[in-house]
C-alpha cells in the first residue's frame, strides 16, 4: 500500500491506509453515507475476506455479487 500513496494522492486529496480488512472494511462503513457504494479492489483474497466479514456482521439477504 505505501508504493501506491504518492500515486493516489496525485488525484486524491485524502488517503487512508489500513492494513487489515475487517478494520478497513469498518472504516469504509463508518464514512459511507446510506447511498453510497464501497468499491473492493485488489486480490481475490482480499475481496474474498471483505466479502465473508461483511456476510458475517450484517444482513446478508442482499446480493453480495
Known amino acids: 500500500p ?3 500513496v504518492p ?3 496525485q488525484y486524491l486529496r485524502h ?3 489500513v ?3 475487517y478494520e478497513a472494511l469498518q472504516k469504509a462503513l463508518s464514512i459511507a453515507a446510506q447511498d453510497d457504494l ?3 479492489t485488489g486480490s481475490l483474497y482480499l475481496v474474498g ?3 465473508r466479514i461483511f456476510s ?3 444482513d446478508t439477504s442482499q446480493n453480495l455479487n
Request: charged share 35%; aromatic share 4%.
Open 49 to 51: 475476506e471483505i466479502k
Open 2 to 4: 505505501e508504493a501506491i
Open 19 to 21: 492494513e487489515n480488512a
Open 38 to 40: 464501497i468499491c473492493v
Open 7 to 9: 500515486v493516489a494522492r
Open 15 to 17: 488517503i487512508d491506509v
Open 56 to 58: 458475517e456482521s450484517f
